[in-house]
């Protein structure tokens, strides 16, 4: 396993050298390293360590979701209000609903199983998502109307409802009990919950931080440690009391950057850098992950499937969106952004196969389909356009310099 995680540090580098050089995103080098050396070509990297691949995701999730904390403002967030709250869920949820439909008539599902699908699907990519919003705020871009903010704060709580109602629809399959009313009721309280938990937890921290002395790396240590026991609290949680524990991750980081601006850049940088190795890692496991023979059987279908889904999930964000003083420039980029999938379909793409579900196959080959077609798609399109659909917002620049001198 050692070996392993050596070969995938060395060659993660070398391909964010040579690919950075020609302008292609980096994640894709990654992608295509961990197919080359999974399973299904040259079968090198120990299957223990592919064996962490959901490990590895949680733990991705969590340093980027403080580094997005990290760089949310409070006068953004007070700009955004309503439309960031139904960013985290209307775009999921018409996006879900229509591959019910889309996967029972194109694909032969069952309307369960192509629920299961519909909810692996309706979650965007954190790990594309957030590193391409926080550099549009230190660019400056979008940041006058909080564009980068309001895809932030929606995305992070997008991931949850996703994640809720795919289990919910296993459950059913599964013969269990399952009450998909009071499971939709659960998702507000999850959120408003994890939020709660997130400012206690922030505040604890400041405190710890202000009465004793930490060196900056102690204190990326514990708030990342801090993080993941945020996150494992609300999964022993599941099943008696709805704790989204990743959004309240989400808040430590804000909460942090709000009552102490120089504590919060400090450790925003030490973030990236962490980060660097921590995608490296999660993307060589994903590329490891694809069953390449299945996915190309049915590829072309499967394209299908994650284009129709994509287009209605655009109908969620204007929908969202309506009554902004967003232009339709803006509201196009926002559309475009929620594109990327990887993270949450390479976590949970398995999981129906791994339970007996019966098109178990197809949906993994479509969940991999959907991270292959979108994940560079979505993060070539938010790079390309950001400059062409949003304004720079001068001020922002300058300020951000200011705080990174002093």
């Excluded at 540090?9 to 950075?20: A, M, P, W, Y």
């Excluded at 980096?26 to 990297?45: A, E, H, Q, S």
């Excluded at 709580?157 to 009071?182: K, P």
Aim: proline share 3%; net charge positive; with cysteine.
């Amino acid at each position: 396993m050692v070996l392993s995680i050596g070969i995938v540090i060395v060659l993660g580098i070398l391909c964010t050298k040579l690919l950075s050089k020609v302008k292609i995103p980096v994640f894709l080098g990654f992608l295509v390293t961990g197919i080359l050396l999974g399973p299904y070509v040259f079968n090198i990297l120990d299957h223990a360590f592919m064996g962490l691949t959901q490990e590895v995701s949680i733990l991705a999730i969590i340093i980027l979701l403080l580094r997005a904390g990290l760089g949310l403002d409070r006068d953004a967030m007070r700009k955004i209000g309503r439309p960031a709250v139904e960013m985290s869920f209307v775009p999921s949820l018409i996006e879900g609903i229509s591959i019910i439909l889309i996967g029972h008539y194109l694909l032969g599902l069952s309307f369960i199983e192509a629920g299961m699908l519909g909810f692996i699907l309706a979650a965007v990519s954190p790990a594309i998502l957030v590193p391409r919003m926080l550099d549009l705020i230190y660019k400056g871009l979008g940041v006058e109307k909080g564009i980068p903010t309001l895809l932030l704060a929606g995305s992070a709580a997008d991931d949850v409802v996703a994640i809720t109602i795919f289990f919910a629809f296993l459950g059913i399959y599964n013969g269990g009990n399952i009450n998909i009313v009071w499971n939709l009721v659960g998702i507000p309280i999850s959120l408003i919950l994890g939020i709660i938990i997130g400012l206690i937890t922030g505040i604890f921290l400041l405190y710890i931080f202000k009465r004793w002395k930490f060196s900056d790396t102690e204190k990326l240590l514990i708030t990342l440690a801090t993080g993941i026991l945020l996150n494992a609290f609300g999964e022993l949680l599941q099943g008696i009391i709805p704790v989204a524990g990743l959004v309240g991750v989400m808040v430590i980081g804000f909460l942090i950057l709000d009552r102490n601006p120089k504590l919060g850049q400090t450790l925003s940088k030490k973030y990236s850098k962490l980060w660097m190795l921590a995608e490296i890692i999660v993307f060589v496991l994903l590329g490891s992950q694809l069953d390449i023979p299945l996915v190309m059987s049915v590829i072309g279908i499967g394209i299908l499937v994650v284009s129709l889904g994509l287009i209605f999930r655009f109908l969620g964000v204007f929908i969202s969106l309506a009554g902004t003083d967003l232009n339709y420039k803006e509201k196009l980029f926002c559309m475009v952004s929620y594109i990327p999938k990887a993270n949450v379909q390479a976590t949970i793409g398995a999981v129906p196969l791994a339970a007996g579900v019966a098109s178990g196959e197809i949906i993994l080959a479509v969940s991999a389909i959907s991270i292959i077609y979108t994940a560079p798609l979505g993060s070539i399109l938010i790079k390309l356009l950001s400059k062409r659909l949003l304004t720079s917002d001068e001020s922002t620049i300058r300020e951000k310099e200011t705080i990174r001198s002093n």
